[in-house]
């Protein structure tokens, strides 16, 4: 079974900067895909911040284009997400992701004004 251990959230002013680290640990037969979700209060669905295929391949959801960076370590499969000049609108609960259905705790990222 995969686990997925994430790191890296808290509480920064607007303009800010976080970075998120998301590992996979366990029995693990293949990575395919990666990547990051967020469920933002009162929302019932989590939207794509970004994700990155086995080939490196990135996509980015729309409202991160241009601020968040999605990288991945060459040894152990961890993901990172670098998330620049921060708004209050990003606050959300970030959740990381092993395709097809793997999740992560969520880890809370607050972004005050």
């Known amino acids: 079974q995969v686990h997925l251990v994430e790191s890296g959230g808290g509480f920064v002013q607007a303009g800010g900067s976080l970075r998120l680290s998301c590992a996979p640990s366990?029995?693990?037969?293949?990575?395919?895909?990666m990547g990051w979700y967020r469920q933002a209060p009162g929302k019932q669905r989590r939207e794509l911040v970004a994700?990155?295929?086995?080939?490196?391949?990135?996509e980015y959801g729309d409202p991160v284009k241009g601020r968040f960076t999605l990288s991945r370590g060459n040894a152990n499969n961890t993901i990172y997400l670098q998330m620049n000049n921060l708004k209050p609108e990003d606050t959300a609960v970030y959740y990381c992701?092993?395709?097809?259905?793997?999740w992560g705790q969520g880890t809370q990222v607050t972004v005050s004004s």
């Open positions: 994700h990155i295929t086995s080939f490196g391949s990135i």
């Open positions: 992701i092993l395709y097809p259905s793997t």
């Open positions: 366990g029995s693990i037969e293949s990575i395919n895909v």
